[in-house]
């Protein structure tokens, strides 16, 4: 069975400072792994995702994330934090059975960002 | 840029009464699911739908949920009977063969 553990419900940072949010998963074959971003009152966007290929992939709005399998990780950052990107990010693990898809997702983390 | 889209944004019920929640995939998408965010919580996976079928779905989807493809564009979501506790943000979300699922902005449901 797949899980993914967010380390951290809230994440705080200073405007220009380095964002970096952690995400650890668990799946008995290759996952493919994503990083969604909720803003107050709406649904949910993708920021990036990584299914196979490059271990960094990048992502709207600055941020990036790495897959590292020898962690079973998927840290999302961003070299520099803006006030618009206070909000809540989920990462998310799937596999996909017979073209479908399950996403499981983390609990989620709220990034408030400080003036 | 295609977008899935719900409505309503907001439906506020009373116990007990049946609610349909509505969904416009993308148009091209053969994959569909519904996915439910109780406030304050994880999102959680209720059900996906393909081949006019229900391939896979969660032990929350039990009988008092249903869903149903009335149009071949549309993507409802009937809950029958709702309790208290189905009060949550429930998204609806598309997607293609081995491709990334696309959210909706949501539903919020309120039942009172």
């Known amino acids: 069975a797949q899980s993914v553990t967010q380390l951290g419900s809230h994440v705080s940072v200073s405007e220009g400072a380095l964002v970096l949010l952690r995400c650890n998963y668990s799946?008995?074959?290759?996952?493919?792994l994503f990083w969604y971003v909720q803003y107050p009152n709406q649904g949910l966007q993708l920021l990036l995702k990584?299914?196979?290929?490059?271990?960094l992939v990048k992502g709207i709005n600055g941020f990036e994330a790495e897959f590292k399998k020898s962690e079973t990780s998927f840290h999302l950052t961003k070299p520099s934090a803006h006030m618009s990107d206070a909000a809540e990010y989920f990462c998310?693990?799937?596999?996909?059975?017979?073209?479908?898809?399950?996403?499981?997702f983390g609990q989620g983390t709220r990034l408030t960002i400080n003036p | 840029e295609p977008e899935v889209t719900q409505t309503p944004s907001h439906q506020v019920t009373q116990m007990g009464q049946e609610v349909i929640l509505r969904c416009v995939p993308i148009?091209?998408?053969?994959?569909f699911y519904w996915y439910r965010q109780i406030l304050g919580q994880k999102v959680e996976f209720l059900v996906s739908?393909?081949?006019?079928?229900?391939?896979?779905k969660s032990e929350i989807f039990d009988d008092q949920f249903s869903v149903e493809r009335p149009d071949g564009s549309n993507f409802t979501l009937k809950i029958r009977s709702t309790k208290l506790e189905d009060s949550a943000m429930y998204f609806c979300?598309?997607?293609?063969?081995?491709?990334?699922?696309?959210f909706g902005q949501g539903t919020r449901l309120t039942v009172v």
């Open positions: 979300a598309s997607g293609r063969l081995n491709t990334e699922a696309f």
């Open positions: 799946s008995s074959v290759p996952p493919y």
């Open positions: 990584y299914t196979t290929g490059a271990t």
């Open positions: 998310a693990v799937t596999l996909f059975d017979q073209g479908a898809q399950k996403l499981v």
């Open positions: 148009s091209n998408h053969l994959y």
């Open positions: 739908f393909y081949n006019n079928e229900i391939s896979e």
